[in-house]
Structure formats: structure tokens, C-alpha cells
């Protein structure tokens, strides 16, 4: 089964993701730090990242650098109410698969 890491600071955000998710067979694993998404990342090997930029203690940036300085592999998708474009490209430059603004559909 594939996993899917969920990381968002809005509960709601990750319920409704988690939800969705879970209906189309995926295992999903959730987070809500920057420090725990990395952890998670480590141990548990998931198959796709979606990955909010706000997020307390390391940001979504911070934590996209650090996983692609190991695994350049894992496809991420950042989540994020930052809709501007220089957090976009800054998103893209830094390896994200792509850039999803809040709200979405």
C-alpha cells in the first residue's frame, strides 16, 4: 500500500486530506512540525510528501532543503496559503514537485 505524509499545522487541513486519501487506498501518516515531518520522513519512507510551507519550528522550505539534500527522489507537493509568486519559484528552485495555494479543491 502506497504512504502518503500529510504535514500541515491546521488539523482541520490534515483530517480532510487524511479522509480522502484513506477513501482511495492510500496509508496515510501525518504530521504537524517541520522536526516531526523530517523524522517521519526518515522512518517511514513515504511514497509522496504534502508539505505546508507555514509550519512551526523548521518551515516547509527549510524542511523541503533538508530532505532534498538526502533524497532527491521523494516527490513533494507543497501546500500553503503563500500564494505569491516569488514563494513559488522559491518552492520549485528548492525541489518541490509542485506548488498547490490554499484553498484548493
Keep these: 500500500m502506497r504512504k ?9 487541513i490534515v483530517t480532510l486530506l487524511k479522509f480522502n486519501l484513506e477513501r482511495e487506498g492510500y496509508r496515510v ?8 515531518a523530517l523524522k517521519i520522513v526518515k522512518r517511514e519512507r513515504p511514497d509522496l510528501l504534502l508539505l505546508d510551507v507555514m509550519l512551526p519550528g523548521l518551515d516547509g522550505f527549510e524542511v523541503l532543503r533538508q530532505i532534498r539534500a ?3 527522489r521523494l516527490p513533494v507537493l507543497l501546500l500553503t496559503a503563500k500564494g505569491e509568486e516569488l514563494d513559488r519559484v522559491l518552492g520549485l528552485e ?12
Design 4 to 12: 502518503i505524509l500529510v504535514v500541515d499545522d491546521e488539523p482541520s
Design 29 to 36: 501518516l501525518t504530521g504537524g512540525e517541520g522536526r516531526e
Design 70 to 72: 538526502r533524497d532527491a
Design 94 to 105: 528548492l525541489g518541490a514537485d509542485d506548488y498547490i495555494t490554499k484553498p484548493f479543491s
